[in-house]
């Protein structure tokens, strides 16, 4: 019983640094961090206040990211752009917020300006 | 060796519970407030699909942080924790704009569709109106084009008749008043003091004319001769024709108190007796009308 419980302990870090040694670079997170990061400034999220912030922190997690693939910490690499994903999703769904508001008070004042001339025209019962 | 391990293993033991007792990562801390907060706003119902997944990730770092302490690993599930957290408001809240959005825009089509019928049914009314008011139009055009003709046809015959009259009659204002002058030959044949035929037609319109210009003055008819014949011959000539004209008048309508007759044989030419022309001019019946005499 010590014996198995003693070979687990020492066993741990063993295969831990095995792990670091062979975490392959994370390409496919990087594609998916790039791209939710381009899907937001292609929205406009440089523009809306709400996002830039998400934005920003996903751009600069991806910088970190390569620097660390660079370093050889791919494992680092993989959650930095884990994080940059996420950011860059909010930056997408604030946008994304923003416009539907900005849609929302147009179809408000669209529909005031209609009802206004309807009115003016007689155009209501 | 069995108690080195043994210590060792203690050791581990204690420092695992060491890291439970530590104070949480500020994420965490910052993952539980986001997650408590999306799951009060208008996530649950509008977004539960991303609230679930911010409650799964926020699962995955509290047992990151049971199990492994306030490690790099923790902060990074709390991290993403607090984004699904806010992913699952950021949400919920545009759908509901969304959704506003469409109520307003739905409602504005439904008044929209009303607005349209309501003036589609008053343009209608109005093209039922112009319809009506476009045939009386054209019924009022044609009877004005039928006056118009009944008017153009009475101003050609009253200028013909003017023109008949000027031909047969000349009208000049003078001191004693407006003179119609009568060719005789056109009144009377000669010698004879029965009016011709074609004569009595003229004599109307210039009674009608009398009558309608000038219904009230008195007037003189005058009949003047030329100086063939003797003198009492031609007086009691111009008598009887001037009388005679009279007499017509009355009987067209002038009332007989306004109009006299009076004879004035050859003493007022106007025109050389000498010459057949001047003779012609002679002989003729003068209507002498007094403005203002009747008043």
Known sequence: MNKSIASIIIGAPLLWGACGASFPPPTQRMADAQAAERSARELGANNIPAAQLSLKLAQEQIADAKQAITAGENQRADSLLIRARADAELAVARTREMTARVDGQEAVADSNAQATTNVGQGAVK | MNRLYGTSLLVALTGSIGCATTLPPQDLVMARGAYDRASKGPAP???PANLHAAKEQLDVAEASFVENGDTQDTRDQAYLAIRKAELSEVVARTRQSNQAKDVVVSDMHADQKEAVAHTSAELGRTKAQVTTQGAALATQGAALQDEKARREDAEKRAS?????????????????????TLSGSVLFASAKWDLLPAAQVKLN???????KEDPLSKMVVEGHTDSQGSVPYNQDLSQKRAQVVRDYLVTRGIASDRITAQGFGPSRSIADNKSPEG?????????????????
Request: cysteine-free; proline content about 4%; glycine content about 6%.
């Open chain 2, 279 to 295: 003779r012609a001019n002679n002989r003729r019946v003068e209507i002498v009308v007094q403005p203002g005499t009747g008043r």
């Open chain 2, 45 to 47: 119902v509008h977004d």
């Open chain 2, 205 to 211: 319109e210039v009674a009608d004319a009398l009558i």
């Open chain 2, 160 to 180: 013909k008749a003017a023109a008949d009259l000027a031909a047969f009659a000349t009208v000049k204002q003078e001191p004693r008043g407006m003179v119609i």
